[in-house]
């Protein structure tokens, strides 16, 4: 299993990790945890976020080596890979939490944030095509020679819908629903957030998932983030 990550996979895990970074701190100002150790909602929407973010990076391998070797594909874990993205990402975080609650009050705001229900919910839509599509060739032996390039520039495509997808509810679509629901109805809809984890999953989900995919990573050779690490940039003249 090679140990050298090719630089499009470098620079995909870089930029997702600086965008992250960007909007937690972007939405820090919005607010604060309203108990001491609680999870706001938006955090816990972005940390659900990172979950997704993380699968994205799986997705992304699994299309290099569907390219070079597609034998190398551990198909039983991008399988798992892509159950969880159903269970957690589109039925929970998508449909259980964006679609009834976020888009239908972002919806109803003046200024562009407005628009942006309906275009990520056609993406949603899209997305779960795709889960579809991985999961019909991952359940397989083997990737047939004749679907290799198809399922590796459907991965690519998958991966360039959901990067800015997440980015953009990060940094506009989950702020303006906390501006606009206001404290109090914000902090009652954290909690029946955490409600619905607990209900559709038993325990924490997140916690669950973050362990799920931190397995899959291993399969991948994607469970040490320091080989990612950039090199030194070249001195100038």
């Not at 960007?22 to 979950?51: F, P, Q, W, Y």
Request: net charge negative.
């Amino acid at each position: 299993m090679p140990n050298i990550i090719n630089s499009q996979r470098r620079a995909f895990l870089i930029a997702g990790t600086t965008g992250f970074a960007i909007a937690a701190a972007s939405l820090g100002g919005c607010g604060h945890e309203d108990k001491e150790g609680e999870v706001t909602a938006n955090e816990d929407l972005m940390r659900e976020h990172g979950v997704i973010r993380r699968s994205l990076l799986i997705y992304s391998e699994a299309a290099r080596r569907a390219r070079s070797s597609p034998a190398s594909i551990p198909l039983a874990d991008l399988l798992d890979t892509a159950k969880l993205f159903r269970v957690f990402a589109e039925d929970y975080h998508e449909r259980g939490l964006e679609e009834a609650h976020i888009f239908p009050v972002v919806r109803k705001l003046k200024g562009p944030a407005s628009r942006l229900p309906d275009i990520l919910l056609a993406q949603h839509q899209r997305g779960r095509e795709i889960t579809d599509y991985v999961q019909a060739v991952a359940v397989r032996n083997s990737i047939a020679p004749g679907e290799a390039e198809r399922f590796a520039a459907t991965l690519e495509a998958f991966v360039a819908m959901y990067e800015p997808h997440t980015a953009w509810e990060d940094t506009v679509v989950f702020p303006a629903w906390k501006e606009a629901l206001g404290a109090k109805n914000y902090g009652a809809q954290g909690d029946q957030f955490e409600e619905l984890e607990h209900k559709m999953f038993g325990h924490d989900g997140f916690e669950d998932a973050r362990n799920k995919i931190a397995k899959i990573e291993v399969a991948f050779g994607l469970n040490d983030i320091a080989t990612v690490t950039a090199p030194a940039p070249p001195q100038s003249a």
